[in-house]
């Protein structure tokens, strides 16, 4: 086929002024040699097809019309003269003889270069590219959905058989909840607004009972994921419908009711229980104190990197891989996609920040959770989980002590202590205020005085000992703290931080 070949040459002396166009189409080119010097204005004769004048010609190659101009042309003119000529062959002819490919090439010429409407929306469109291209420039690229014109519907089968088809059914909501209204559209857009509307009591009273369920480890209604015949009843349902109510007509302003449930007083009350409460109402169903119980995996994680100060608080952003110990993913690998899309048969640990980032931007391998989160219930995502179970186990107590994610928070926040001014009871009086924002308990502090004191005998004359200690984490630990110094407060911090009174809300 006959192809219309064009090279521009702007006279800089570099390779990038050197372009190259076929039919029109600019086509990149790699360069081998930008060493040019001289004028080129010389003697050497110029030869099409042939590289130098010691190599063979180009073979089967054919020349059809050769030209030079005494400018560099602009993209426009080099898309233009690729189908001025055949155009104009083309037009000699009367239509009734051209074939498809002909008649593309003709609207092609038409519409690029002499309607002025098309050129006028083909300007609009490139301008409305580039402010989309700049409007991404600095996001991720996400999929966007789009109803289609013609509504769904499905077929209903005699007995499950796939061609005794019975009645057509399109979409709809339960029978036994507010219908659509009759000028709702029927799409997604009808059901958002259905699903939202003060008709329908189901969203915000699921919502409010979820967000209860968050600050006192119970929902008014106990199962949380089951709000029908079989669930439980809610425990003061006057409440939680003027909650839901509530919360809807302000606006379903989620932060506001967390702020308003944390400062009720049903909220504020003492976690202190009397043996008769107890006896009457074990599980605090009644509400007649407050919440106490172990908080979730990502917030004692949370908890302990803000306390110690290594908690990155940046919002956004990829998702990161923290400590975690070796073959975990190994054992549970799939093969890699062909494209290297993903990777999760070995797992990389990140460094720097990513390490300290917020729980919620951990990597989630499903299949494969961290072992460090997982032993504080952390749930797996195979299934729907609307209410974690929270379980007491020596383990628990053991990640807290050795892991190292644990220990790095550990040593920072004895760092913290051991640059802080004044004495020891001074110090861990500090400590209470970072871990609990309150003093200690006398018996809580009398087991602090006597773990500091104990470590504190323990490393003296065994620098070595203590160095190897403090070296936990990635963190370099701080030179100007002697390690004998640091070790006791690095143990002080980490009992603080197995304490019941950290570890429960």
């Known amino acids: 086929r006959w192809n219309h070949v064009l090279a521009t040459y702007d006279g800089s002396g570099k390779a990038a002024g050197v372009r190259l166009f076929i039919d029109g189409v600019p086509q990149e080119v790699s360069v081998t040699k930008d060493a040019l010097d001289g004028d080129i204005r010389t ?43 055949l155009a104009a062959e083309i037009a000699d002819r009367p239509p009734s003889q051209w074939n498809a490919d002909e008649r593309k090439t003709i609207a092609d010429f038409y519409f690029t270069h002499r309607d002025g409407r098309a050129k006028t929306l083909t300007a609009e469109i490139q301008e409305r590219t580039a402010r989309l291209e700049q409007l991404g420039a600095n996001g991720d690229a996400c999929l966007v959905c789009a ?19 019975t009645e057509r059914v399109r979409a709809g909501v339960p029978h036994f909840l507010p219908q659509l209204a009759a000028d709702a559209p ?46 439980d009843r809610p425990l003061h349902r006057p409440l939680l419908d003027w909650l839901a109510v509530d919360f809807r007509e302000q606006g379903w302003d989620v932060k506001r009711f967390y702020r308003q449930l944390a400062l009720s007083a049903t909220y504020r009350q003492s976690a202190h229980i009397t043996p008769a409460l107890l006896e009457r109402d074990p599980a605090n169903r009644l509400l007649a104190r407050g919440p106490r119980f172990r908080m979730d995996a990502e917030m004692l994680r949370d908890t302990a990197l803000a306390a110690s100060g290594l908690l990155v608080e940046k919002i956004g952003g990829p998702s990161v891989k923290p400590f975690q110990p070796a073959g975990v993913w190994e054992a549970l690998a799939y093969p890699d996609a062909p494209d290297g899309s993903f990777k999760t048969d070995h797992y990389v640990m990140d460094h720097g920040e990513s390490l300290h980032r ?119 630990a ?28």
């Open 186 to 231: 029927q799409d997604r857009r009808g059901l958002a607004d259905w699903v939202v509307s003060a008709g329908n009591p189901l969203t915000a009273r699921v919502t409010v009972n979820r967000m209860w369920q968050e600050l006192f480890g119970a929902g008014l209604v106990e199962s949380a994921g089951d709000f029908g015949l079989v669930g």
């Open 358 to 476: 917020r729980s919620l931007y951990t990597y989630w391998k499903r299949q494969a959770a961290l072992p460090n989160m997982e032993i504080f219930d952390q749930p797996v995502r195979v299934e729907a989980c609307p209410r974690r179970q929270r379980a007491n186990t020596p383990l628990q107590a053991l990640v807290i002590m050795n892991d190292p994610q644990w220990l790095e928070a550990a040593r920072h926040l004895g760092e913290r202590l051991a640059l802080r001014a004044g004495t020891p009871g001074e110090r861990l009086d500090f400590l209470g205020e970072l871990l609990l924002g309150r003093p200690w308990q006398p018996e809580e502090r009398g087991v602090l005085v006597h773990a500091y004191e104990k470590f504190h005998e323990l490393y003296q004359g065994r620098a070595a000992e203590a160095a190897e200690l403090v070296n936990q984490g990635e963190i370099p």
């Open 147 to 165: 109803e289609r014109p013609q509504l769904a519907y499905s077929n209903v089968l005699a007995r499950g058989v796939y061609d005794r088809r």
């Open 43 to 85: 003697s050497a004769p110029l030869q099409l097809g042939r590289e130098h004048p010691g190599a063979n010609p180009l073979r089967e190659a054919r020349y059809q019309d050769v030209r030079f101009y005494a400018r560099c042309l602009s993209p426009d003119e080099a898309g233009l003269l690729a189908f001025e000529d």
């Open 478 to 505: 701080n030179a100007a703290i002697p390690a004998i110094e640091l070790a006791p407060w690095m143990l002080v911090a980490s009992t603080a931080l197995n304490l019941d009174a950290t570890l429960n809300k």
